[in-house]
């Protein structure tokens, strides 16, 4: 799935969108998680997040940056700096992208 990040232009921007993400909320579902953990009583809903990028649009939506629209960051440590400079900063990072499997029913968290 794709998501708008929380503080992105694109989150505010459209009006479809209802609300933006931040990189640790899908955390909260997934079982193995400390903030699912300390947090259980949220939801009953769990799943592992899979795969989480980060999807970087350099000074978008201003300029144009010609052969480069996206760009997708996987590596945990990169992502870690775009968090960082992205929770500092606005427009830094434009979605996530996440896949989810759900966890088997019955889980105790």
Known sequence: MKVPYWNGWARHA??????????LTFRFFD?????????HYYTTARFHVARETF????LSPYFHIPFVSEIRICH???????????????NVILDLELELIKAPIGIKV
């Open 14 to 23: 459209d009006p479809t969108h209802k609300r933006g993400f931040h990189e």
């Open 31 to 39: 079982p193995d998680s400390p903030y699912c953990k300390e947090r």
């Open 55 to 58: 999807v970087l649009a350099p």
């Open 76 to 90: 945990p440590f990169l992502k870690r700096i775009c968090g960082l400079v992205g929770n500092t900063l606005c």
